[in-house]
């Protein structure tokens, strides 16, 4: 882990194996089907604001995995990005959950490899917070549930 921001913005990082986290990449990984991503491409996902963190997974069919993830948080904000390179993407995916606090949050994910290095993307909602909006706006419109049993509701 590698913080290349200035000395006034510091990282807190910990790389752990977790009970908690093997039992959510599963859950992850048999609820919801993968968005393929070819090399060179990009793939964005709009999140309500209800939504306070969502959860990552990147895998390949066993060849390497090269991606940025970018979270960006309103139109004027700096976005937060994680540059990540794994030998092999099936062996050793990508799992991540990242906090998105307050309105405007789109998560960006690019596959930085060549064309023939595609990889397999899935993004969903890890918290809602109650007694707001439950829906998720995925790609300029189309709504998915949130798969811990809330709808998925038109905003």
Same mark, same amino acid.
Do not use: C, H, W
């Given at each position: 882990?590698?913080?290349?921001?200035?000395?006034?913005?510091?990282?807190?990082?910990?790389?752990?194996?977790?009970?908690?986290?093997?039992?959510?990449?599963?859950?992850?990984?048999?609820?919801?089907?993968?968005?393929?991503?070819?090399?060179?491409?990009?793939?964005?996902?709009?999140?309500?604001?209800?939504?306070?963190?969502?959860?990552?997974?990147?895998?390949?069919?066993?060849?390497?995995?090269?991606?940025?993830?970018?979270?960006?948080?309103?139109?004027?904000?700096?976005?937060? *990005? #994680?540059?990540?390179?794994?030998?092999?993407?099936? &062996?050793? =995916?990508?799992? %991540?959950? /990242? +906090?998105?606090?307050?309105?405007?949050? *789109? #998560?960006?994910?690019?596959?930085?490899?060549?064309? &023939?290095? =595609?990889?397999? %993307?899935? /993004? +969903?909602?890890?918290?809602?917070?109650?007694?707001?909006?439950?829906?998720?706006?995925?790609?300029?419109?189309?709504?998915?549930?949130?798969?811990?049993?809330?709808?998925?509701?038109?905003?």
């Amino acid at each position: 882990i590698r913080n290349t921001a200035q000395m006034e913005f510091p990282l807190d990082a910990a790389v752990l194996p977790s009970p908690v986290q093997n039992a959510d990449i599963q859950e992850l990984a048999e609820s919801t089907a993968p968005v393929t991503i070819q090399g060179g491409a990009l793939k964005t996902y709009s999140f309500a604001p209800s939504v306070s963190s969502v959860q990552i997974l990147l895998s390949t069919d066993g060849r390497p995995l090269n991606a940025r993830i970018e979270l960006l948080q309103g139109p004027n904000n700096n976005k937060q *990005v #994680v540059e990540l390179y794994t030998e092999d993407g099936m &062996e050793r =995916p990508f799992f %991540a959950i /990242v +906090e998105t606090p307050g309105t405007g949050n *789109v #998560v960006r994910v690019v596959n930085t490899a060549p064309l &023939e290095f =595609p990889m397999s %993307a899935r /993004v +969903e909602p890890y918290l809602v917070e109650p007694g707001q909006d439950e829906g998720v706006v995925i790609d300029g419109g189309n709504t998915r549930a949130n798969e811990r049993g809330l709808g998925g509701l038109p905003l």
